[in-house]
C-alpha cells in the first residue's frame, strides 16, 4: 500500500516538477537584443575591433563610464562625453600591444537582470559576470557590471557602462 501511494504522489507530482522547469525566465526579443550588443561591445574591445565597439555605443556628450578594480591606482575611474572617453579608448585597440588573459577569457553572465521602458527606447541592464580561462577554467575575474542603453535608429546602443571588479583573494604562501 505505501508503494502505491508513493507511486500515486509520484505521478501526481511529475507534471507540476517538468512545469515548474518549463517556467524558467527566457529573454524577450528585446531583451536577447541587449544582451547581443553587450556581448558584442566585450568581444569587439577585447579582439581590438574599434569599428565594432564603436557601434555598441551612444557616442554623444551624455555617454558615461563609471569603473572600479583594485589593480589601478586610482581605484575608480570615471569619463563623461564621448570624446574624452574615445581619446582614452582609441589608445587599448592598438594592434601591437601585447594580449592578457582577459583577451582569451570566455565571459559568463548570471544573474541579468533587464528593464525596458514602456516607450521601449531606453532599458537598463544588470549582471554579474565571469571571466573564464577556456584552457583551465580558472576565473581570471569577477564583475558587477551595469549598462544604460538606449535605442537609436531601431539598434540598441551604450549610453553608460559601469562594472565593478572584484578583487582576487591572495592566495596563500607556498613555502
Known amino acids: 500500500m505505501k508503494i502505491a501511494k508513493a507511486f500515486l504522489l509520484l505521478v501526481f507530482l511529475c507534471p507540476i516538477i517538468s512545469q515548474a522547469q518549463a517556467e524558467q525566465p527566457k529573454l524577450s526579443e528585446e531583451e536577447a537584443a541587449i544582451m547581443s550588443v553587450i556581448t558584442e561591445q566585450t568581444r569587439a574591445y577585447f579582439e581590438r575591433d574599434y569599428e565594432a565597439w564603436l557601434n555598441a555605443?551612444?557616442?554623444?556628450?551624455?555617454?558615461?563610464?563609471?569603473?572600479?578594480?583594485?589593480?589601478?591606482?586610482?581605484?575608480?575611474?570615471?569619463?563623461?562625453?564621448?570624446?574624452?572617453?574615445?581619446?582614452?579608448?582609441?589608445?587599448?585597440?592598438?594592434?601591437?600591444?601585447?594580449?592578457?588573459?582577459?583577451?582569451?577569457?570566455?565571459?559568463?553572465?548570471?544573474?541579468?537582470?533587464?528593464?525596458?521602458?514602456?516607450?521601449?527606447?531606453?532599458?537598463?541592464?544588470?549582471?554579474?559576470?565571469?571571466?573564464?580561462?577556456?584552457e583551465t577554467g580558472d576565473i581570471v575575474g569577477e564583475s558587477y557590471e551595469t549598462r544604460v542603453m538606449e535605442k537609436h535608429d531601431g539598434q540598441w546602443k551604450i549610453a553608460y557602462l559601469g562594472y565593478h571588479y572584484l578583487p582576487k583573494e591572495n592566495p596563500p604562501a607556498h613555502n
Open 57 to 134: 555605443h551612444v557616442t554623444t556628450d551624455y555617454y558615461t563610464e563609471h569603473k572600479y578594480w583594485n589593480g589601478w591606482s586610482e581605484k575608480v575611474r570615471t569619463t563623461r562625453g564621448w570624446t574624452a572617453h574615445e581619446a582614452k579608448a582609441k589608445k587599448r585597440f592598438d594592434p601591437t600591444k601585447p594580449k592578457s588573459k582577459w583577451n582569451e577569457a570566455q565571459y559568463i553572465r548570471s544573474d541579468v537582470n533587464i528593464r525596458i521602458s514602456k516607450s521601449g527606447d531606453m532599458a537598463w541592464a544588470a549582471y554579474a559576470q565571469k571571466a573564464v580561462d577556456p
